[in-house]
Structure formats: C-alpha cells, structure tokens
C-alpha cells in the first residue's frame, strides 16, 4: 500500500493474507474500497495474497484517504511490516485432511514478525510456506517454512535445504529466529540478497529429509473437496458479480491456484 507499483493502467497494490484466511466482512469493505478508488475488482495472486489495480496516485503514491479506506478492512495491521507478511499455508489445514493445524502458527509468526523491527527489512519476496503434511505446498520454493511430519512434529525447510525436525509448538518461534538470522547475515547493502538460498554459504547445516515427508501432491482440485468446496475464480479476477455467492459465508481461504476454498462449516450456516 505504501510502495505501490506503476503499472499501465494505474499504480497497483498487493494485501497480504496470512494463510490465504479472508473474513468475508473484509472481502466484502474491499470491493467496495476497489469501486471506489480502483477498477472496481479484487485480483488474486500465486501466493494467496490480494491485488487492487487501476488506483489514482501522486508522485507514485497512493493519496491518504486510499491507505484510510484499505486499512477499515483491516486487512493493512502493519504499516512497518506490510511488504514482509508472506506466508503461504496449506488451505484445507485445521479443516480437513493434514497431521497438523497449522493455522495458530501462522497467526503467531504473524505477531512475531510485526513485533520485531529489524524484520521490517526483509525482502518483500522473502517467503514462508507452511504445508501441514499432505504435501500440497512441496513444490513450492520456500525462503522459510516447514512440512508436519505427525505427532506433533515438524521438519524446518531452510532456503533450499531441509533443517532439522522440531516441535510444531515451537515452530512459530523457529521461523521467526531463521528469518532475523537471514537479515542478519544478509546485511543492507543495496545488493543485499533478497533470498536464503542466494547466500554464500547455508544459513543452518543441511539436514536429509525425513522419511516421514509426503510426496508432492499437486494442486487443491476444484469442486467438492474434504471439509468444504474449491471455488475457481477464472484468471484470479474476483469482480463483485463472482464475489457476490462468496459474501454468504464468513470465512473464506484463497488458495495459490486462484481459487477460494470455502470450510463446509461455513457452507452449513447459508
């Protein structure tokens, strides 16, 4: 919101989900701020975070009332820390399927990352992905992040290494150390690296993976799926007219395969 980038039909802007989690109350403030200072749409991105294109601006910057009206979604906590607030977790994790809830440590890595100010430097690129052990997330490239191994365990992948096998109740913590021991060893040199695996040398001693790892197994499908239904929404472009049945339910996930997976918890109360 603070840095948004020139793109040919107006600056445009990203909003970082935490897991892809999108109460429908803010999805629903969006379009309405998107109709107002945008071109009336809301766009989904690879990592399950929310663009908004087409938006007016001076010097390259959006005018205050645009940052006031994104910030009532509440989907902007962080001015400081807005740019490093990447972390991509399995969808259907706490729903259905998986060996862990991975929802409460995203949440936590959250908080831990919006707490710290050296953290506020990280490359907006820096990225954590979080696969809770059915393997959705493995072919993703991964700055930081770990795969849950079953009871209550979890092995840390470090840039393109795997670390060691840790407790998922830590994980949070562990997460948060790797990412200011990067920016520690990456420094803030103009040409700093903007990833762990651009460093000279691993940042932790690689680990082999465990056994337990799950094979890669693809994309979430769309349709009826365990725990709920995964919307398509075509070429990532949500227009008020496709988020019109979303609106219905509260809680709603945006997956990194421009898609929205609605909980059956939440299909039952329409």
């Known amino acids: 919101m603070l840095r948004p980038w020139p793109a040919d039909d107006g600056l445009l802007v990203r909003l970082r989900l935490v897991g892809g989690r999108l109460p429908a109350v803010a999805l629903d403030r969006l379009l309405q701020v998107s109709h107002e200072f945008a071109d009336g749409s809301v766009y989904l991105t690879a990592r399950a975070n929310l663009q908004l294109r087409g938006l007016a601006g001076h010097d390259g910057r959006l005018a205050p009332e645009a940052v006031a009206a994104v910030e009532s979604t509440g989907l902007l906590p962080s001015r400081s820390h807005e740019l490093v607030r990447n972390i991509l977790v399995s969808p259907q994790s706490g729903y259905a399927g998986g060996r862990a809830d991975l929802r409460p440590v995203a949440a936590r890595l959250d908080t831990l990352l919006c707490a710290d100010p050296r953290l506020a430097r990280l490359p907006g690129r820096f990225l954590f992905v979080l696969d809770d052990g059915r393997g959705d997330l493995l072919d993703r490239s991964a700055d930081a992040g770990l795969v849950a191994l079953g009871d209550g365990a979890a092995q840390l992948r470090v840039g393109a290494h795997w670390g060691p096998v840790i407790d998922v109740a830590d994980a949070a913590e562990r997460l948060a150390e790797l990412a200011g021991t990067f920016q520690a060893a990456r420094g803030d040199r103009p040409d700093a690296p903007w ?73 039952a109360n329409r």
């Open 195 to 267: 990833h762990i695996r651009e460093l000279p040398s691993p940042l932790l001693s690689p680990v082999a993976p465990d056994p337990r790892i799950p094979a890669c197994s693809g994309p979430l499908p769309f349709g009826s799926v365990p725990g709920g239904t995964h919307v398509q929404v075509p070429d990532g472009v949500l227009t008020p007219d496709r988020a019109r049945s979303l609106l219905e339910h509260a809680e709603l996930v945006v997956t990194p395969w421009q898609g929205v997976y609605i909980p059956q918890a939440q299909e």
